[in-house]
C-alpha cells in the first residue's frame, strides 16, 4: 500500500480516495502512450518548470525526472499504450465534438500521487476546467474508447516524478499560478517525446475549432 493516497472525482463532481499506484515511475515506454491533455502556453509553462526544479532543490531529489517546459500541461484522460491508429482516429474524432470557450484556471495546492508523481492541482477544483473535464469525459466514455480509459484522476499538473521520495511529501498550500486554458490535445508519448494527433483551439464561440 502507497503512503500517500490520491484522490480523483467523477463525473457527476465527488470525490474519492484510493491508495492504489495509478502514476506509473518515469521510464521509456516500449509503445507509445495516448491521453487528452491541455498544454501551457508560454510564459506560464517556463514559470511551472522552474518550481519544479525549486521543488527538486527543496525536498533534495537530485534523481527526480522533471518535466521540460515544452511538456507541461494538465492531464486530463490517459487512454493507455500501444493503441492502434483506428484508435487515434477515433480519439480525434471525438476531441472535435467538445464545444467549450477559454476558460481559467488556478492551481494553488502541491500533492503527492501514488507512484512518485508531485502534481499541482486546485484547491476550488476550477470550476470551469471540472465542468470542461466532465464533458470530455462523458463523451469518451459514451463512445468505443471507453475501454482504454487508464484512470479517473482529476485534472493535474505534474511537475515531476521520484517514486522513492514523492509519497513522503505532505501536501500544503503553495503560491497559485493562473492561467487560461484556450486549447486542448490528443497527445502521443514516447521515448521522451510528444506528438499530437489532433489539437483544438477552445475559439469562443461556444465549439472547438479543429487545428490538426
Not at 509503445?31 to 519544479?52: I, M
Request: glycine residues 8%.
Amino acid at each position: 500500500m502507497n503512503e500517500q493516497p490520491w484522490f480523483g472525482i467523477d463525473n457527476k463532481g465527488q470525490a474519492f480516495f484510493s491508495f492504489s499506484d495509478p502514476i506509473p515511475e518515469p521510464k521509456r515506454a516500449k509503445e507509445p502512450h495516448l491521453f487528452y491533455g491541455a498544454l501551457v502556453e508560454k510564459p506560464t509553462n517556463d514559470l511551472l518548470a522552474k518550481q519544479g526544479e525549486i521543488y527538486r532543490r527543496e525536498y533534495g531529489l537530485r534523481r527526480a525526472w522533471l518535466t521540460p517546459a515544452e511538456q507541461m500541461h494538465i492531464t486530463l484522460i490517459g487512454l493507455g499504450d500501444g493503441k492502434s491508429d483506428d484508435a487515434v482516429d477515433a480519439a480525434c474524432r471525438i476531441g472535435g465534438l467538445i464545444q467549450a470557450k477559454p476558460f481559467d484556471v488556478c492551481f494553488d495546492r502541491l500533492s503527492a500521487f501514488g507512484g512518485g508523481a508531485l502534481v499541482l492541482r486546485s484547491s476550488d477544483h476550477s470550476p470551469a476546467l471540472q465542468q470542461f473535464w466532465r464533458k470530455l469525459s462523458a463523451i469518451v466514455h459514451d463512445s468505443p474508447l471507453q475501454d482504454f480509459v487508464t484512470n479517473r484522476l482529476e485534472p493535474h499538473v505534474t511537475l515531476l516524478r521520484d517514486r522513492g521520495r514523492v509519497p513522503k511529501i505532505q501536501e500544503r498550500l503553495v503560491e497559485p499560478v493562473r492561467w487560461t486554458v484556450r486549447s486542448f490535445a490528443l497527445i502521443r508519448s514516447h521515448s521522451g517525446e510528444y506528438k499530437l494527433p489532433g489539437a483544438w483551439q477552445l475559439n469562443g464561440q461556444d465549439d472547438a475549432h479543429a487545428v490538426m
